[in-house]
């Protein structure tokens, strides 16, 4: 089954044209990679994809319905998981709570349901001691975890990552990997966003280039290094 | 990641704290007390602590909004207004007891709300603030054509109609009072189920799903709705229930002065500056922060009540002086400094690997 069809989808911030006549599609189960360029468009898309930003043109269908009017709050309850590029915590509340928000409204389940999932939710990505800390108290490594913790909570089927891995050790960046990895193995679709390509092209199945809003290239990632288009445009390399 | 699901002791969600249930013994004491004061109370500390209680409930329900809510409007005197104009307007055209009437003015509030969430919604922030504002005067504007309840120089309630309110007759033969001082404790017994209402129906709000989801809203309206919360429904219930509580408070203030004028039933100062101070001074954003507000207003207006126009100057530099060395008002202060919370809407995880994990360090 397609999980996520985008078809023709354009947005404009004025005459700057972000997302130029994007169309491609996600089967269930697979972990797309997205790349390119800084300014080309790749948060955008997310946006497009949650319905936080509307397109101007085009389709979103997601599990072949079209969610093209659908707000963000209704496409999050329908599955649509995602994580922001600069961390944004609820940052009143705490890491528990946080996490709690999410599930009770992104599932629609009350507090006593969700409290014990939560709770292994933070022991998975390793935020359990600071489940009663306050998240505006968090560091940098920790707010990102929580990014992926409190979309976990909404228990989506199709899960967005955007630079989740920027900013990160070395070995920060393989745990979460390792986390990244067993939450695909359990049949969560991925579309992540990323600079940091080892850990982007340990994960995924298929690379998706943009550039300057449009789809360069999407296939196989070793096949989509090695093209000429994107050693010019995305590496800088002239071949 | 295997060691995920087995812990000794189950994990477990806290709300409470030791002072919230000091409190909440304090608090049930506390209203048997006020339940009671009229047997021994004069009739001007009944009349004091109808102030206190109304201007109390204003505050709090302007802190839902602007504290909880995010919405910052300077037109609430508008639900007031409408409220005791409503209650005047079923009693002198319908005949109906005022009593009764009161509820029918927070409907009415709340009708009034429904047109103007929907222009004001379009506005942020400070535009949102001044348009609530613009609202407010063109609904005392109109209310001052209708002259069935005597349109800009305003009406009195009829005689009979205080005369023969509800209850009051008990009032006169259990307490031996005249009628006005009758009607005084009747309507200071209705302001104390109202304040208590009002607090107990915010904390309730606060605890539940909906009250984590607005303090989310007002972290993060982007991320709120990424998570699934229905942003927008959260502040048309905020709005609303404002609406209805202020309309409440706006009939019940005016069934107690049995006098009304469109100038004073809409008047921003009174209804919407004071409610502001309280709320700054006592802390925006806590349960706790009103209650202390408005206690500091009352004990600044008898102190400064002969004092005219030098009183809204110290109020005002009062004020700014507390927005500027404490912007979390003066329960922020206190609770800083001690760590108290009377009304707790923390979730505390326990148990689970954080059980092991304390005894570990």
């Given at each position: 089954?397609?999980?996520?069809?985008?078809q023709?989808?354009?947005?404009?911030f004025?005459?700057?044209?972000?997302?130029?006549?994007?169309?491609?599609?996600?089967?269930e189960?697979?972990a797309l990679?997205?790349?390119?360029?800084?300014?080309?468009?790749?948060?955008?898309?997310?946006?497009?994809?949650?319905?936080?930003?509307?397109?101007?043109?085009?389709?979103?269908?997601?599990?072949?319905?079209?969610?093209?009017?659908?707000?963000?709050?209704?496409?999050?309850?329908?599955?649509?998981?995602r994580?922001?590029?600069?961390?944004?915590?609820?940052?009143?509340?705490?890491?528990?709570?946080?996490?709690?928000?999410?599930?009770?409204?992104?599932?629609?389940?009350?507090?006593?349901?969700?409290?014990?999932?939560?709770?292994?939710?933070?022991?998975?990505?390793?935020?359990?001691?600071?489940?009663?800390?306050?998240?505006?108290?968090?560091?940098?490594?920790?707010?990102?975890?929580?990014?992926?913790?409190?979309?976990?909570?909404?228990?989506?089927?199709?899960l967005?990552l955007?630079?989740?891995?920027?900013?990160?050790?070395?070995?920060?960046?393989?745990?979460?990997?390792?986390?990244?990895?067993?939450?695909?193995?359990?049949?969560?679709?991925?579309?992540?966003?990323?600079?940091v390509?080892?850990?982007?092209?340990?994960?995924?199945?298929?690379?998706?280039?943009?550039d300057?809003?449009?789809?360069?290239?999407?296939?196989?990632?070793?096949?989509?290094?090695?093209?000429?288009?994107?050693?010019?445009?995305?590496?800088g390399?002239?071949? | 990641?295997?060691?995920a699901?087995?812990?000794?002791?189950?994990?477990?969600?806290?709300?409470?704290?030791?002072?919230?249930?000091?409190?909440?013994?304090a608090?049930?004491?506390?209203?048997?007390?006020?339940?009671?004061?009229?047997?021994?109370?004069?009739?001007?500390?009944?009349?004091?602590?109808?102030?206190?209680?109304?201007?109390?409930?204003?505050?709090?329900?302007?802190?839902?909004?602007a504290?909880?809510?995010?919405?910052?409007?300077?037109?609430?005197?508008?639900?007031?207004?409408?409220?005791?104009?409503?209650?005047?307007?079923?009693?002198?055209?319908?005949?109906?007891?005022?009593?009764?009437?009161?509820?029918?003015?927070?409907?009415?509030?709340?009708?009034?709300?429904?047109?103007?969430?929907?222009?004001?919604?379009?506005?942020?922030?400070a535009?949102f603030?001044?348009?609530?504002?613009?609202?407010?005067?063109v609904?005392?504007?109109?209310?001052?054509?209708?002259?069935?309840?005597?349109g800009?120089?305003?009406?009195?309630?009829?005689?009979?109609?205080?005369?023969?309110?509800?209850?009051?007759?008990?009032?006169?033969?259990?307490?031996g009072?005249?009628?006005?001082?009758?009607?005084d404790?009747?309507?200071?017994?209705?302001?104390?189920?109202?304040?208590?209402?009002?607090?107990?129906?915010?904390?309730?709000?606060?605890?539940?799903?909906?009250?984590?989801?607005?303090a989310?809203?007002?972290?993060?309206?982007?991320?709120?709705?990424?998570?699934?919360?229905?942003?927008?429904?959260?502040?048309?219930?905020?709005f609303?229930?404002?609406?209805?509580?202020?309309?409440?408070?706006?009939?019940?203030?005016?069934?107690?002065?049995a006098?009304?004028s469109?100038?004073?039933?809409?008047?921003v100062?009174?209804?919407?500056?004071f409610?502001?101070?309280?709320?700054?001074?006592?802390?925006?954003?806590?349960i706790?922060?009103?209650?202390?507000?408005?206690?500091?207003?009352f004990?600044?207006?008898?102190?400064?009540?002969?004092?005219?126009?030098?009183?809204?100057?110290?109020?005002?530099?009062?004020?700014?002086i507390?927005?500027l060395?404490?912007?979390k008002?003066?329960?922020?202060?206190?609770?800083?400094?001690?760590?108290?919370?009377?009304f707790?809407v923390?979730?505390?995880?326990?148990?689970?690997?954080?059980?092991?994990?304390?005894?570990?360090?």
């Amino acid at each position: 089954m397609t999980m996520l069809a985008l078809q023709n989808v354009s947005k404009s911030f004025g005459a700057l044209k972000v997302t130029d006549a994007v169309s491609f599609e996600v089967p269930e189960g697979q972990a797309l990679g997205i790349i390119g360029p800084n300014g080309a468009g790749k948060s955008t898309l997310f946006n497009l994809i949650t319905g936080n930003l509307p397109a101007d043109q085009g389709t979103v269908h997601f599990e072949g319905r079209d969610v093209t009017r659908v707000p963000a709050m209704q496409r999050c309850i329908s599955g649509v998981g995602r994580s922001f590029q600069i961390p944004q915590p609820f940052t009143h509340l705490t890491v528990y709570e946080n996490l709690l928000v999410a599930a009770t409204h992104g599932r629609q389940h009350s507090e006593s349901e969700v409290m014990r999932e939560c709770a292994v939710i933070l022991e998975r990505t390793e935020l359990i001691d600071r489940a009663n800390q306050t998240s505006g108290s968090l560091s940098l490594l920790e707010r990102k975890r929580l990014e992926l913790a409190r979309a976990m909570a909404t228990h989506p089927k199709l899960l967005l990552l955007d630079e989740i891995a920027g900013g990160l050790t070395e070995g920060e960046c393989q745990a979460l990997v390792e986390t990244i990895k067993a939450i695909h193995a359990e049949g969560v679709t991925i579309i992540w966003i990323e600079h940091v390509l080892h850990a982007l092209t340990s994960v995924v199945d298929r690379l998706l280039v943009l550039d300057f809003g449009k789809v360069i290239g999407i296939g196989d990632p070793d096949a989509i290094m090695d093209s000429k288009e994107v050693k010019e445009i995305y590496l800088g390399i002239d071949v | 990641m295997s060691h995920a699901t087995d812990h000794a002791v189950p994990y477990a969600v806290h709300t409470g704290t030791s002072a919230s249930r000091i409190a909440g013994i304090a608090a049930l004491i506390l209203i048997v007390v006020l339940v009671a004061l009229p047997a021994f109370a004069s009739r001007s500390l009944i009349q004091d602590m109808f102030f206190i209680l109304t201007m109390l409930v204003l505050a709090q329900f302007w802190n839902l909004l602007a504290g909880y809510g995010g919405l910052v409007s300077i037109g609430q005197q508008a639900f007031v207004g409408i409220g005791a104009y409503a209650m005047f307007g079923v009693v002198i055209l319908a005949g109906l007891d005022p009593v009764p009437a009161i509820l029918l003015g927070g409907v009415v509030a709340v009708l009034l709300a429904i047109p103007t969430a929907f222009f004001a919604f379009r506005l942020q922030g400070a535009y949102f603030a001044i348009g609530t504002w613009v609202i407010a005067e063109v609904v005392r504007l109109l209310t001052s054509q209708w002259k069935a309840v005597g349109g800009g120089t305003g009406t009195s309630l009829p005689r009979d109609a205080t005369r023969d309110l509800w209850m009051t007759e008990t009032i006169e033969t259990v307490f031996g009072v005249r009628n006005a001082a009758a009607r005084d404790i009747l309507s200071y017994w209705l302001a104390v189920i109202l304040a208590v209402a009002t607090i107990g129906g915010i904390y309730w709000l606060l605890r539940t799903k909906r009250g984590l989801a607005l303090a989310a809203v007002r972290d993060n309206i982007e991320a709120a709705k990424s998570v699934g919360v229905d942003a927008v429904r959260m502040k048309w219930t905020v709005f609303l229930v404002a609406a209805f509580g202020t309309g409440l408070t706006g009939a019940l203030i005016y069934l107690q002065k049995a006098r009304i004028s469109p100038d004073a039933a809409f008047s921003v100062t009174d209804w919407t500056a004071f409610v502001l101070f309280i709320v700054v001074i006592g802390g925006i954003g806590t349960i706790e922060g009103p209650i202390i507000g408005v206690i500091v207003f009352f004990l600044l207006q008898s102190l400064l009540a002969d004092y005219g126009t030098w009183y809204l100057m110290v109020l005002g530099v009062i004020g700014i002086i507390i927005m500027l060395f404490a912007p979390k008002g003066l329960w922020g202060l206190i609770s800083s400094r001690t760590g108290i919370e009377l009304f707790p809407v923390r979730r505390r995880l326990t148990g689970g690997a954080l059980h092991t994990s304390q005894q570990e360090t």
